[in-house]
């Protein structure tokens, strides 16, 4: 009797398991990682073959067969499968949903992973030689003919096309003479630069950071870059890069929002002589998939890219680089909730090479690690160039009545910047022009009709939106309560603090910079561009104006509303807010005038204020960790969260239950705590009603194992396939 082969398939459907398929026996057997359609609940999917296997669980005649092997050279080379099952089996999510999002949405359909070739035309040497007065009634063929005969590499439909709108009748018939011909060519990949300009000479704390990571090239090691804003923490990334291209291994980059800081793709594409791959949330399936393929044939060296880039094959992979390592977009929150800094750390621990991690603001993970001795602190404490650091002052809002949202003496320091032709920044953040809407008769206030939330109040627009679900209304002109048309925006947003200045200083030019104002492609470029050529002078924004732009003339920074963050139910609120406060501070002063900070707060006593005042973010940062010790919170506990949300409040509730009590009855592991079901602090959102379970360990392994019994449980509940749930480990945030 013939053998079977069995191919162990991950398939991309929500559950926790893999299938097994019957495969052909008369052709080779495919290695791990290829791509495979396989017929699954009366459709043909993309798997992925994980393992091949002579029995299965279920019955030989019950097995179905593979409709397809689609890849001749495995998508996932062996590192990255590997990569992707521990992720899959960290984070507790189903396999094939893992693989799945890891590849280009190409080749999640059945495409071939491989490059469409480009179409060129070149000049024949019948064509070379050709008389072109023949052309004399043909002008556009003449065009064309003398341009190719300039470029004998050939020209592409593109190229052409800028010739000529009427190119390809004019191609057609210089083919048929034989002058001219066409070939098909692999593309050339992305193109290298041939003249790099030079940096800075490095100052001799960029050199220690740069030697200490050049002398350990060739291993597993996590470097901590704590670099101040604007000490120079890019440029050593460059050198880095370059040392390791020159070894001819590829680097990965890793940006938290590559669309919030266009400048730096620019950087490393002017300093750097390799060729470099951007890739982000902005591409083009096509280009995506160009992306993906270049890092994987190599013929990209630098691959620059947001949070998915960490799943990206790079087969001579030689130094990782997770920039701003503190940002929480490299959480992905929805779906397969991963930590692409933590995956970063992972594939660099696997592939036995050094990864980076720079932040002015590091997250209290990273500082607790280097503290503990896991990550090699690299300090660069100084400003480059004569910058200084700004001076920062409180306004004690206790004490002043601040008018829509400014107070006096802030805006008696912009009159003074102003005079003085230098630039102003504000941080607020909160877009549109009011966080709430009411009527000034009754107090009814415009709430959203699918979340436990306040609708923000869009003057320009004339719209109440919800800034959780998206719902979009007509602004209210009468109160649906007691008909009044007394109706008043309440508390200010970026919006409003822009209109508000126009009035006090009609003179200057007040540009906004939140995802409002940034919405249409290239916009935000544009007004950076006019910032940087002093265009501007007083920028309003959101935490968008933290995320590393240089603003060197901006001498005056104003912080308008930042307590909530001081007082917060989240545990991680005080880190946030720090962090973002530093940001935006170390925007100021960059250039040669010193800068200055003024923060508005009712709270200027508060400890957070004096480490600020110091610039000394690790002693904020130590005093932090203090109190999550103290609180047993991570990094010294770990932490999942079960999220439930169903349209009606009980079965959510129902299923919460459930799945405590199965942890509590059949997932009996020693030191782990289950808090009871409680709503989550946004209680009900986009139409549901949400509710959460909060597991803690003071072991990472006692979290893992806890989970492996858990989540099988929670998958096989009734309740549970009638409810939307998710885990995340360790969340972020526990909204
Ligand atoms: P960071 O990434 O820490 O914010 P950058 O690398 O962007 O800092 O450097 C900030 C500015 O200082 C840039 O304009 C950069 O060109 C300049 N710079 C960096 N290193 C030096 C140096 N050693 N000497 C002079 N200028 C430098
Ligand atoms: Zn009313
Ligand atoms: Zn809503």
Redesign the pocket.
Known sequence: MPVSIIFRVAVPVPVRRVFDYLADTKTDVPGPGTRLRVPFAGRLVTGVLLAVADTSDVPIGKLKSVAEVLDTDPAFSADILQLLLWAADYYQHPVGEVLHSALPVFLRQARPARLEPVSVWRITSTGAGADSALLRRSPVQRKILSALSRLPAGMSAKGLAELSTSWRKAITRLQEHGWVEQCDLEPAGPEGNNNPST?????PD?QRAVEAVKSALSAYQCFLLY?V???????VYLHLIEEAVNNSRQVLVMVPEISLTPQLVQRFQTRLSAPVTVIHSGLSPEQRMQAWLYSKNGKARVILGTRSAVMVPIPDLGLIIVDEEHDASYKQQDGFRYHARDIAVMRARNTGVPIVLGS?TPSLESVNNAEKGHYELLA?PER??SAKFPDIHCLDLRRMVATNGLSPALLDGIKDRLAKMEQVLLFLNRRGFSPAYLCHSCGWVASCRRCDARLTYHKNRQRLRCHHCGADVPTITVCPKCESTDMKPLGEGTERIETTLKKYFPQARVVRIDRDSTRKKGALEQILNQVNQGEADIMVGTQMLSKGH?FPQVTLVGILNVDQGLYSLDFRAPEYMFQQVMQVSGRAGRGDKPGQVLVQTYHPDHALFRALKRHDYLEFANSMLEERKAGEFPPFTYLSLLRVETPQQSQAQHFAEEAVMLARKHAVVKGVQITDPMPSPMERRAGRYRVQVLIQTSQRKTMHQFLQLWLPLLEQSKLGKRARWSLDRDPIDLY
């Open positions: 940096g800075p000479v490095l100052n960029q670099g804003t604007g000490s120079g923490k890019t440029e002015a660069l480059t160039g240089d």
